[in-house]
């Protein structure tokens, strides 16, 4: 009987390990992928501020081609 409990505890310990690292892991990829879409979000915003400075003038702001 005390074996069995014994046993029982080694398994649930195990299982409990398991789950401890599952956790770790999954939160290392959880603050890696937070990292990248920090970084996405700076990327965007800054190709959205490029994009907006390199708008077309109008017609009557745009200097002729050289062949004028």
Not at 53 to 63: F, G, I, N, R
């Amino acid at each position: 009987m005390e074996q069995d409990l014994e046993q029982r505890l080694i398994e649930i310990e195990t299982a409990l390990a398991q789950s401890e690292k599952y956790i770790d892991d999954l939160n290392d990829i959880v603050i890696e992928q937070g990292k990248k879409i920090d970084y996405l979000i700076k990327q965007n915003k800054y190709l959205l501020a490029k994009i907006e400075e390199d708008v077309v003038k109008p017609l009557s702001e745009e200097t002729p081609p050289p062949h004028y």
